[in-house]
């Protein structure tokens, strides 16, 4: 206004001052304010903390070294004995002296350990225990190269106590049930063959009483040939009578012995269980030898 009212007043040639009618201010009117949606902020997330996955390390595979193919030694030839003998002692040392520790077979083999001064023994291993020993050289076939055995020299055993001999009483022998009460009688005859005449009897008075049961066995050479049958409760006669015959006796046991040859014979009674009752008769055959009917009468001695 001061700026308007110092223009109006240069601007005036006649020395009047015309004064400029005050405005009426006029009302300006406002604007008509509309409402506005409120808008309402939306919250800000907050983000949360992200997962980060650790890192599983990775596996490194270790190379496998290849295979390198190793040339096998050839084997190294070790000394060993085969076994000659069917059954051999092994001994603690190289001696008979020694004790017995084992023994080994025919066809068995052993490695060499060692050997005596001598080189007649030798040293083997292993028996069944794991347990060395010593076994003579002729009784080994020994194979394979022996500059490796090591000579070993072993002490020499203490001599073992000689073992008390105590003697151990027999066993009584029961008495025989029968002797001889009649004989041998040995008689001559054209037969190639041996007849045995035997009476098997108790009693002395009269021809006796026969015992039955009992059997006549022979031996040949030591060796039992043949054995009778039992003993008959009665006697009978060994020719008919008349006086040609000179053999004629009583018996109840004949026992006939084919193509005798030469040979020694035995003759006994026996039980039932095989057991000898009576003294042996002994004889002998060969060419030319007629006396070949024998006559025994074996007498029971209760």
């Known amino acids: ?4 009212l110092g223009l109006t007043l240069g601007c005036t040639s006649v020395g009047r001052m015309v004064v400029a009618p005050t405005p009426t201010p006029t009302a300006t009117p406002l604007p008509t304010l509309r409402p506005t949606n409120t808008v309402t902020p939306t919250p800000t997330i907050t983000p949360t903390a992200t997962f980060t996955p650790t890192p599983i390390p990775t596996v490194t595979p270790t190379p496998v070294p290849s295979a390198t193919a190793t040339a096998t ?5 070790v000394a060993h004995a085969s076994v000659l003998n069917p059954s051999v002692n092994v001994r603690s040392g190289p001696a008979i002296s020694f004790a017995r520790v084992g023994e080994v077979h025919q066809g068995e083999s052993y490695g060499i350990i060692g050997a005596n001064p001598a080189g007649d023994w030798w040293q083997i291993c292993c028996l069944d225990d794991n347990q060395s020993g010593w076994v003579r050289g002729d ?21 073992r106590p000689a073992a008390t001999f105590t003697p151990i009483p027999p066993t009584p022998t029961p008495p025989l049930l029968f002797y001889r009460g009649i004989g041998p009688i040995f008689m001559p005859t054209n037969n190639e063959w041996v007849t045995l005449w035997v009476k098997v009897y108790r009693g002395t008075s009269g021809d006796g009483e026969p015992m039955p049961g009992w059997r006549l066995q022979v031996k040949r050479n030591g060796a039992v040939a043949v054995t009778s049958e039992p003993s008959a409760n009665v006697f ?3 020719a008919p009578p008349g006086q040609e015959y000179g053999n004629r006796q009583l018996y109840n046991i004949k026992l006939e012995i084919m193509n005798p040859d030469t040979a020694t014979w035995e003759a006994y009674l026996i039980d039932a269980a095989g057991v000898r009752q009576s003294p042996p008769v002994t004889f002998t055959t060969q060419q030319g030898n007629q006396r070949r009917e024998i006559y025994v009468g074996f007498l029971a001695a209760q």
């Open 1 to 4: 206004m001061l700026l308007l």
């Open 73 to 77: 030694p050839s084997p190294v030839p």
């Open 139 to 159: 009784l080994l076939e020994i194979r394979g190269p022996l500059g490796d055995v090591p000579v070993v020299n072993p002490h020499t055993p203490t001599p």
């Open 236 to 238: 009978q006669y060994s």
